[in-house]
């Protein structure tokens, strides 16, 4: 259709974490490059994708941009939702990709790099064992600025946690180092869930 779209995935809970029973749900947001004008979603999950998509079915309706989506008043009810609904949290995440403050990468894209790149999972060892990327080094959030020297800064780097979030904060501290990187878009959940079979290592056999 001539577009040229970028696309952003979060897996948030439906509604607030600590209120009991909470289940996550996949978002995908796409938007133009050049504008941020929203150009499609998609959700899944058990709870409250009807409400969202609504939310982004109007948004587009409306001609509002990525950037709108940060700044959304959405009902609040711990039963019904955290304090920054799920359509905030892809907004930000797409705004910060439309404003060049993170740079990402798809996990169908990943497949072409796999052999070129050093591939960095920041989650803790524990996530680690049960699956990863294959090729990837272990390197925790929590201990990553000790952990760079065993970097090589002169290739490219791909970070990825869980869902995206400490891949992002991991992002922003190599990227202040120098080194030349990039976020997993959805982290490890979307290779999982995406069925990307050949970017999963099975468990750590004893």
Known sequence: MGFDPLWVTVHPPDHAGYYPGAHPMTLKVAFERKTGRLLGAQAIGPAGVDKRIDVLSTAMQAGMTILDLEHLELAYSPPYSS???????????????????????HAEDLKLEQDTTQIVDVRSSEEFSRGHIPMAVNMPLNTLRKSVGLLDQGQRIVVYCQVGYRGYLSYRILKQLGF???????????????????????????
């Open 180 to 206: 030349d990187v990039v976020n997993l878009d959805g982290g490890y959940k979307s290779v999982v869930d995406g069925g990307f079979k050949d970017l999963q290592t099975p468990l750590t056999e004893s």
């Open 83 to 105: 304090a920054k609904d799920p359509v905030n949290m892809v907004g930000f995440i797409g705004s910060n990709v439309l404003r060049g403050d993170v740079i990402i990468l």
